[in-house]
Nanobody
C-alpha cells in the first residue's frame, strides 16, 4: 500500500532553516516522481514547491529557487526538503506527494499529476 508520512514541521525566525522529512512505504523512488507542495491558510490551492524525478532531475518553483533543496535517500525510504533563508511568506502547510503518470517519467509541479499525498505539516516563519 502506498503511504507517505511526514515528520512534524516547526517554527523558525526569518532567515532560519528547517528540514522536512517524508517517509514512504509501498513506493520506490525508481518508479515514482516525488514533490513538495504547500497550502497557505485561507487558500484552497496547493502550490508546487519542488519536485524530483526518478532519474534525480529536480525542479523548483521560482519563489524558492536557490533557497530550498529536494532530495531522496533510498536506504532510508525518505524524501527531504531542506529550506534555507526562510521568509514569513513561506508559512504554510507543506505536503509531500508521489506520482507515477507516464511510468514515473515526469518532473512536474502540477498537483494533478500526483495521486499519493502525505498528511501535511505546518511550517511557521516569524518576522
Amino acid at each position: 500500500q502506498e503511504r507517505l508520512v511526514e515528520s512534524p514541521g516547526g517554527s523558525v525566525q526569518a532567515g532560519g532553516s528547517l528540514r522536512l522529512s517524508c517517509t514512504v512505504s509501498g513506493i520506490s523512488f525508481k518508479d515514482y516522481y516525488m514533490g513538495w507542495f504547500r497550502q497557505v491558510a485561507g487558500k484552497e490551492e496547493r502550490v508546487g514547491v519542488a519536485t524530483i524525478g526518478t532519474a534525480g532531475t529536480t525542479r523548483y518553483a521560482r519563489f524558492v529557487k536557490n533557497r530550498f533543496a529536494i532530495s531522496t535517500d533510498d536506504a532510508a525510504n525518505t524524501l527531504y526538503l531542506q529550506m534555507n533563508s526562510l521568509k514569513p511568506e513561506d508559512t504554510a502547510i507543506y505536503y509531500c506527494a508521489a506520482g507515477s503518470v507516464w511510468g514515473g517519467s515526469l518532473v512536474t509541479l502540477d498537483q494533478n499529476n500526483y495521486h499519493v499525498w502525505g498528511q501535511g505539516t505546518q511550517v511557521t516563519v516569524s518576522s
